[in-house]
């Protein structure tokens, strides 16, 4: 497979939590935010590692997905609430599907990490319009790739 389909696919899995509708999960498009939405979750591409195997042409990826998301701020505190079950049940979901649904060669998902949250502010102003963290997805893919060589 290769790093898009993966994204995809993850994509797919969290448009079909409950607090998303389809166009709530993006890839990479930030605009969904200027929509009025309350929550809202943007995938992106992150650092990647490949390792050989065996054989010539096994290849390991240690594919990152970034998948950001978003929490509209109310300024009464039950935002960060709000936050904390979206981040728990996008953790939930990804853990489900170990292998993306069943995205070939896909061997393990993992949430590996949340970063701090933080806000965004809209230009020109102090107060928030969302709350946001970064969790990091770790996706191992085993690939056999057919050689060129002749020799």
């Not at 930030?30 to 050989?52: H, I, K, N, Q, W």
């Not at 065996?54 to 970034?66: C, M, P, S």
């Not at 709350?131 to 060589?149: D, M, N, S």
Request: proline share 3%; glycine share 12%.
């Amino acid at each position: 497979m290769a790093y898009a389909t993966i994204e995809a696919a993850v994509q797919t899995l969290l448009q079909a939590l409950a607090q998303y509708t389809s166009d709530q999960v993006t890839r990479g498009d930030y605009r969904v935010l200027d929509s009025g939405v309350d929550e809202a979750c943007v995938l992106r591409p992150g650092a990647f590692t490949v390792s050989g195997g065996g054989d010539y042409g096994q290849r390991t990826y240690g594919w990152l997905v970034y998948v950001q998301i978003f929490q509209r701020y109310t300024g009464d505190g039950s935002e960060w609430a709000s936050l904390a079950m979206q981040r728990q049940n996008v953790v939930d979901q990804l853990h489900e599907y170990p292998t993306v649904d069943g995205v070939a060669g896909v061997t393990e998902v993992v949430v590996t990490r949340g970063r701090e949250p933080g806000a965004t502010y809209p230009r020109g102003s102090d107060t928030p319009d969302y709350l946001t963290q970064v969790l990091e997805l770790r996706v191992v893919e085993k690939r056999v790739h057919t050689l060129g060589e002749t020799g």
